[in-house]
């Protein structure tokens, strides 16, 4: 986490990790009846970061009380078989990692207490012609999460959901929360059969399913920590009955993140109808890297500061960088 020195994080870990409160390593996996799409083994059978001590701090660091809500997240986004899909698929992650800690640490030095955790977000679920659905293999997504995990990043996992329900898209998501770094996010711009083509939607009812779900996979599988839903918006019909939409599902925290490109005023603009659902209190902000001029490839121009980000109001917790 950028802006907390190591020093401190390990006597929060010491004070966390009490004799006792260390549960014993998972090795269940979930009932094929409740979740049948996924495998939903944790990879706690061997130590992510080869010491199991250091595992016990950096655990205690992504699931702390205040871990999320008292820190920004700043992501970088994308897909990492696609260079057009953001700056995910332009670097490995290796060459990630320092970039995206130094653009983190630009958030935590504006803000004196306030650190910033860097997390990768990646695009799991990516939507095909006719609403098909393109998963991440697990094999490449379990690589990002193990480095992520040794290095103090969170990752993020996106689905496009496309033709499908949502309740399959959270069901092919949710395994992933055994892992303590992960999130979760959904992209209803891609809830369609006709990608490029529409922007897609989902109604407030399977938005607040989809918390319940979450949180009941959570309770159910003693999950530590609270973990971020992340839903985007540009235009208004993505959420159908808005107001409708409920942020109480407790570990569960609703994250409303304004999507869309284009100069600062349109962004801002875009950001100001989104703070206008105040029953999603907490939001997120997506920008937009240059890359080309290649027809389709968007970019924010000039793209915003740091500064000019948590100037907005109300202030995004959550800032993504495509």
């Known amino acids: 986490m950028i802006g907390f020195s190591f020093k401190k994080r390990l006597l929060c870990a010491l004070f966390l990790f009490i004799p006792g409160n260390i549960g014993a390593p998972v090795e269940e996996t979930v009932s094929v009846h409740t979740y049948p799409l996924r495998d939903t083994r944790p990879f706690f059978r061997e130590s992510p970061s080869g010491n199991v001590i250091y595992d016990i701090i950096l655990d205690s660091m992504y699931t702390a009380p205040g871990a999320i809500s008292g820190n920004y997240v700043v992501a970088y986004y994308g897909h990492p078989k696609s260079r057009i899909m953001g700056i995910v ?3 490995t992650k290796e060459e990630l990692a ?3 800690k130094k653009t983190a640490a630009e958030y935590a030095s504006l803000n004196a207490g306030r650190g910033a955790f860097p997390a990768f977000y990646l695009i799991y679920g990516t939507c095909q012609p006719r609403g098909e659905i393109n998963l991440m293999k697990r094999e490449m997504v379990e690589a990002y999460i193990r480095y992520a995990y040794a ?3 969170l990752v993020y996992l996106d689905h496009q959901i496309g033709k499908y329900s949502v309740a399959h898209a959270m ?13 979760l996010a959904l992209d209803p711009e891609w809830r369609t059969t006709r990608p490029m083509r529409e922007i897609g939607s989902i109604d407030a009812e399977e938005l607040n399913e989809a918390q319940r779900r979450m949180r009941d996979y959570m309770v159910a599988h003693g999950i530590r920590g609270r973990r971020h839903l992340v839903i985007h918006q540009f235009h208004a019909k993505m959420i159908r009955n808005r107001s409708q939409v409920r942020s109480d599902y407790d570990p569960v925290v609703l994250v409303h993140a304004t999507s869309g490109w284009g100069p600062p005023e349109r962004k801002a603009a875009t950001h100001g109808r989104n703070a206008l659902a105040a029953n999603i209190p907490h939001k997120g902000f997506k920008l937009w890297y240059y890359y080309s001029d ?11 500061t740091p500064s000019q980000v948590v100037g907005l109001r109300p202030r995004p917790g959550l800032i993504i960088y495509q």
């Open 89 to 91: 698929g332009r670097h």
């Open 294 to 304: 290649k027809k389709g490839v968007h970019y924010d121009s000039p793209l915003m």
């Open 171 to 183: 069901d092919q998501l949710l395994p992933f929360l055994n892992y303590p770094n992960v999130h």
């Open 151 to 153: 290095n103090g990043i």
């Open 98 to 100: 320092p970039m995206l």
